[in-house]
């Protein structure tokens, strides 16, 4: 189970870091399902301190999973309890 969880959090992990390098190029950051509702998207034009708050926290999350992840992989780390 640890090896699956470790998996899940290295990609998810990536996944957020890569979003957030990419909105550096693009300049807006993606919330929410693509449904009918919409989402709300954060421009690095019109809302800055928002959009730095946001990129921070995508930052912040997916090293934090890297890092989980890596320690489960390693075996350093118990895995998470499912229930």
Known sequence: MALFQGLLLLFLGYGLLGVAYRSLTRGWLPFGPKGLTG??????????????????FYCAFG???????????LGHTESLPLR
């Open 63 to 73: 090293v934090w999973c890297v890092f989980l992840a890596f320690g489960l992989l």
């Open 39 to 56: 989402r709300l998207e954060l421009s690095m034009d019109r809302q800055p301190l928002g959009y730095w708050i946001a990129f921070t």
